[in-house]
């Protein structure tokens, strides 16, 4: 019941928060794992001269790693590739699934400029022999194929690995592989206390009433309405 609950004074509660001791260091570091993370190297690199905090791996590559994400947010999946293999060629020797999806995307680019032979000569060279060997490439390989069946593939129910989303998706793949090759985590560690903060106040909503952060964005404290 709500009249049971505990209730915590806008006082009191920020009493407790200022008792949590945070350092400095340890926020900095949170900020920069973030930046780097996120690929913002010009952020990144005046945030190490003003605060002092040193990035988890050189700043030159996230120059590299960003090119390769643009590449293919760009539909240049082949200049993708080639730019993953000139970073490390182990990424994609040892990321089957990582090759197959940008050689999927590869495919879905020629069948977007219509060139239709050569779509079909690519998916039959590359990706069939793939697809073979892997029943989920091969039902990924069908539907993408499909997308010739259709006068107006813009409407057919194969119509989202047209939309831009996909190269997204795509693209975080290959960011995440290439963070993961640098022994570096592919999700920033920031969005994941966001959410743990979330969480938690949801569980405790349902012991007591006290003042709440609903924007993250701010993180003002708001009293829980009467």
Do not use: C
Not at 86 to 105: K, Y
Request: glycine share 2%; hydrophobic share 40%; proline share 4%.
């Amino acid at each position: 019941k709500a009249t049971s609950k505990k209730v915590i004074t806008r006082e009191e509660w920020e009493k407790k928060l200022n008792a949590v001791k945070l350092r400095k260091q340890d926020m900095n570091t949170l900020v920069m794992n973030f930046l780097v993370t996120e690929g913002y190297v010009d952020a990144a690199a005046k945030f190490q001269r003003e605060s002092g905090t040193k990035p988890e791996i050189d700043l030159a590559t996230i120059t590299d790693r960003m090119a390769v994400k643009k590449a293919v947010q760009n539909g240049h999946v082949e200049d993708a590739i080639e730019k993953v293999n000139d970073l490390n060629p182990e990424i994609l020797d040892t990321n089957p699934e990582l090759f197959f999806h940008l050689q999927q995307q590869r495919l879905i680019e020629l069948i977007r400029q219509g060139k239709t032979e050569e779509a079909l000569e690519f998916a039959q060279e590359e990706l069939a022999p793939r697809g073979e060997e892997n029943q989920a490439f091969l039902q990924e390989l069908e539907k993408t194929v499909a997308l010739l069946v259709f006068e107006d593939a813009s409407n057919s129910p194969v119509k989202d690995l047209l939309d831009i989303s996909h190269r997204l998706k795509t693209a975080s793949e290959v960011n995440a592989a290439i963070l993961t090759s640098q022994s570096h985590e592919k999700d920033p560690k920031l969005p994941s206390l966001l959410k743990m903060l979330i969480w938690a106040q949801n569980q405790l909503d349902e012991k007591a009433v006290y003042p709440h952060i609903n924007d993250l964005s701010t993180g003002q404290l708001e009293d829980p309405p009467e």
